[in-house]
């Protein structure tokens, strides 16, 4: 499956996509910073209390780098010359940001969740700012994921920077079936136990499932108790576009149709999608 040929059959989704393919065009040509590997022996016993790695105190993972390329990925799409609305705000952004003293500590600290910060176009500041932290992280990502005894997490928020989900995925079969959980910031995917809400934590079999007409890898799982939905790539090797998102927007709608809640993480909420 290409983005390609899912595109032709969802030819709606473009917008989306061109936005996506613009930023990562962008931040492809940003010099990817070396991230520290983290000493592993330090972090276990908050990897045992469930303290994501980023929050860890005791294993330090230093995120400035991350920070400034988050900061030249915001500078080089604010330089473009089209003169669309997306380039506008991305400007506005990046006018702003350039008041505070340093701009690549305020973006870590924007994404820690200060709420003191207070920028124009918080959910595009986010999305940007993760597209470029996720490509610094991920050696750290896949070192962790060597790392990591699944069995001893088993949360429902990403180990590595704590967010809630964004999608799910089943992957392997019969009695080897596992459901992994996927973070939509820094790209982490973890185990999760197959029959429990990640957003209540119910786990009495009160989840269901909404599979899509001409959709057989995807389908909407939902939660009796608290009215939240996960969307589920059901099947392996189209990851990075099956799970980014934005190429299943058209399952939010169904869901939001059937009077369900998306209580997952999303990158996407800012102006493309309320205004596509
Ligand atoms: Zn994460
Ligand atoms: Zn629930």
Known sequence: MTRDSWLEGHSYLRPLADLSAQVNRAADEIDVLDARLP????????????????????AVVDLEPGGR???????????????DWFVAETCALDTDLRRAPVVSRYIVDFLRGDESLIPPSPGLLRYLAWTAMARYLR????????????????????????????MAQLVGADHGRKRLLSCGCCGTRWVFK??????????????????IDGEPGLRIDHCESCGGYLKTYNGQGDEPLLLSDWSSLHLDLIA????LKRLAASLYEFEPVRHP
């Open 139 to 166: 050696p750290v990502v896949v070192a962790f994921d060597g790392w990591r005894d699944e069995d001893r997490w088993l949360r429902r928020h990403c180990p590595t920077c704590g967010s809630l989900p964004a």
């Open 69 to 83: 390329m988050a900061a030249a990925l915001l500078e080089r799409l604010a330089a473009a010359t089209s003169p």
């Open 39 to 58: 000493d592993w022996d330090d972090y276990r016993l908050d990897y045992l209390a469930g303290v994501p790695l980023l929050s860890s105190t005791d």
């Open 194 to 211: 197959r029959t429990c809400c990640p957003f209540c934590e119910t786990d009495a079999q009160r989840l269901a499932s909404v599979s």
């Open 256 to 259: 939001h149709d059937r009077g």
